[in-house]
C-alpha cells in the first residue's frame, strides 16, 4: 500500500513539475524555516527564496487570508533563481487558488495540502486532469 505525507507529496511534486529551485513560504517561525531549508537542500533542491509570516501559535497560521499568502508569493515569483513556489502548512488554505496564481505569476505554485492530495490520487492510479488544479494536476508523478 502506498502513502504519502505534505512533504513527501511537495518533494514528488518538485520533481513532477522539473522545479530545482524553490521559493518556500511558511507561516513558521525563522529556526523552523532553517531546518525545512535543510531538509529540502539535502535532497538536492536548491531554496532560492524563503519567506515566513512568522506565525507562532497554528490557529494564528489558520487566520492568514488568501490575499495575503497570493501577495507574497507573487513577491518570491520575482526572486530570481525561483522557478516554483512552495507554500508549506497544513492550516493555510491555498490549493483552491493554486491555477489562478500561477497564471498571474507564471510558475509553478502548491502547498502542502496541495501537493498532498495530487500525490495521494496518483498513487492510488487516478491520473485524471483537474484544470482547476493548477500546473500539477494535470502531471503524472514523474
Not at 31 to 47: C, H, K, M, P, Q
Not at 100 to 106: A, F, S
Request: charged share 20%.
Amino acid at each position: 500500500m502506498a502513502c504519502t505525507t505534505p512533504v513527501t507529496g511537495a518533494l514528488a511534486a518538485f520533481k513532477a513539475l522539473g522545479a530545482r529551485g524553490i521559493g518556500l513560504l511558511t507561516p513558521y517561525a525563522p529556526e523552523i524555516n532553517r531546518g525545512l531549508v535543510a531538509y529540502f537542500s539535502g535532497r538536492g533542491l536548491d531554496i532560492a527564496a524563503v519567506a515566513t509570516f512568522d506565525r507562532r501559535d497554528d490557529r494564528e497560521a489558520a487566520r492568514i487570508s488568501l490575499a495575503s499568502i497570493e501577495a507574497a508569493a507573487e513577491r518570491m515569483a520575482a526572486v530570481p533563481g525561483v522557478d516554483a513556489i512552495f507554500i508549506s502548512c497544513t492550516s493555510l488554505r491555498v490549493a483552491e487558488a493554486v491555477a489562478g496564481l500561477e497564471q498571474r505569476i507564471g510558475i509553478p505554485v502548491t502547498s502542502s495540502n496541495h501537493a498532498m492530495a495530487w500525490h495521494c490520487l496518483r498513487l492510488a492510479g487516478i491520473d485524471d486532469i483537474v484544470p482547476a488544479g493548477g500546473r500539477l494536476f494535470a502531471l503524472p508523478i514523474s
